[in-house]
T-cell receptor, first 116, second 109 residues
Framework: DAGVTQSPTHLIKTRGQQVTLRCSPISGHKSVSWYQQVLGQGPQFIFQ???????GRGNFPDRFSARQFPNYSSELNVNALLLGDSALYLC???????????????FGQGTRLTVV | AQRVTQPEKLLSVFKGAPVELKCNYSYSGSPELFWYVQYSRQRLQLLLR??SRESIKGFTADLNKGETSFHLKKPFAQEEDSAMYYC???????????FGAGTILRVKS
């Protein structure tokens, strides 16, 4: 399966710690977006990167940061973890970065982060 | 502000019955609307989008700009349609998807 891959699949961290989540997009896709999905809610946009530049940021505190590498993979970092950061973190890749048109977002299986 | 509302958390229907999953949105410009589906233990995947105007797995959705709605419909539900369904919006200059809270569709035999 050559879909979007995320690692790790599950993670348990303690309050105040830092965490790094990783995402590999579909081959040929240059855009990666990150979403947070809290239990019982729909995914909420955190960041989008296209061609290694940040192209969008959601309403999240500065504790959340991300970057995209030359191979288009991406990392999401969260510092000073809070209990409320416990969620499923989804990565989505698409061919292009923005705008209308035929740009489908393909989602990974997600990383389940539990903060205790 | 961009907002998507799915008023039903759970919709339970019998096999063969019609299905309508409701979605209303708030956006001042010309949005793109999508329906995503998540089957048990599978990843979120695109079901259909309004610009393609196609029917996928028997599902259709029409964008009603007057009522700001994008309801998902299927005339005869099947057990394999049981899943979580999310309505999502992307703005005309958008680079993000705004999701509703989702509706669980349960098709009973």
């Amino acid at each position: 399966d050559a879909g979007v891959t995320q690692s790790p699949t599950h993670l348990i961290k303690t309050r105040g710690q830092q965490v790094t989540l990783r995402c590999s997009p579909i081959s040929g896709h240059k855009s990666v977006s990150w979403y947070q999905q809290v239990l019982g809610q729909g995914p909420q946009f955190i960041f989008q990167y296209y061609e290694k530049e940040e192209r969008g940021r959601g309403n999240f505190p500065d504790r959340f940061s991300a970057r995209q590498f030359p191979n288009y993979s991406s990392e999401l970092n969260v510092n000073a973890l809070l209990l409320g950061d416990s969620a499923l973190y989804l990565c989505a890749s698409s061919i292009r970065g923005q705008g209308a048109g035929d740009t489908e977002a393909f989602f990974g299986q997600g990383t389940r982060l539990t903060v205790v | 502000a961009q907002r998507v509302t799915q008023p039903e958390k759970l919709l339970s229907v019998f096999k063969g019955a019609p299905v309508e999953l409701k979605c209303n949105y708030s956006y001042s410009g010309s949005p793109e609307l999508f329906w995503y589906v998540q089957y048990s233990r599978q990843r979120l995947q695109l079901l259909l989008r309004h610009i393609s105007r196609e029917s996928i797995k028997g599902f259709t959705a029409d964008l009603n700009k007057g009522e700001t709605s994008f309801h998902l419909k299927k005339p005869f539900a099947q057990e394999e349609d049981s899943a979580m369904y999310y309505c999502a919006l992307r703005g005309e200059y958008g680079n993000k998807l705004v999701f509703g809270a989702g509706t669980i569709l349960r098709v009973k035999s």
